[in-house]
């Protein structure tokens, strides 16, 4: 017999099934279409005031503030694709250059999509080469972090 209470309880999202897609505007092709082995940083943080009325000692008034972002980091095996590298010396040449990233999160059927997180405006602003020891023999592992001005999650209805 079926528990009634537990079949409306929500299974958690997988975080191992995600792609990254990194667009240019006006790019007729994604800029990066790849395989990450690690997504860390898709934050915003909403800065809160506190003040308090004069006389009025039991309670105090939270404000809202600006909404700030962090900084993404992605890890992937470093390959002869240096599509990272090229992006990270065209924004070094032109540093007005911004880009959208979307990091899809699928359903263990690598067909249906959980959720979708939107990066707008980015920017690299870190590339780090994977660490070279002969000793170590492991994967080599590159590193970018990137900057954006916004995060949304695609598809939520507005209130």
């Known amino acids: ?14 975080g191992f099934n995600f792609a990254i897609e ?12 790849a395989a990450f082995a690690e997504c860390d940083g898709l934050e915003m943080t909403m800065d809160v005031k506190t003040i308090r009325e004069g006389g009025n000692n039991t309670q105090q008034i939270r404000l809202i503030g600006p909404v700030s972002y962090g900084s993404v980091t992605l890890k992937r095996g470093m390959t002869s694709n240096f ?25 263990p ?16 602003v870190k590339l780090k080469s994977p660490p070279l020891n002969a ?6 592992i ?18």
């Open 1 to 14: 017999m079926a528990n009634q209470a537990n079949e409306s309880v929500l299974v958690p999202f997988a």
């Open 22 to 33: 990194i667009t240019l505007p006006g790019g007729s092709s994604a800029l990066c279409s």
């Open 83 to 107: 599509d990272l590298w090229y992006w990270f010396r065209a924004v070094q040449r032109e540093p007005r250059t911004r880009a959208t990233a979307n990091v899809v999160l699928y359903a």
């Open 109 to 124: 059927d690598r067909v249906t999509v959980n959720a979708e997180f939107v990066l707008t405006r980015c920017v690299p």
């Open 135 to 140: 000793k170590d023999g492991v994967v080599a």
């Open 142 to 159: 590159e590193e970018l972090q990137i900057a954006y001005e916004q995060l949304e999650l695609r598809g939520l209805p507005d209130a």
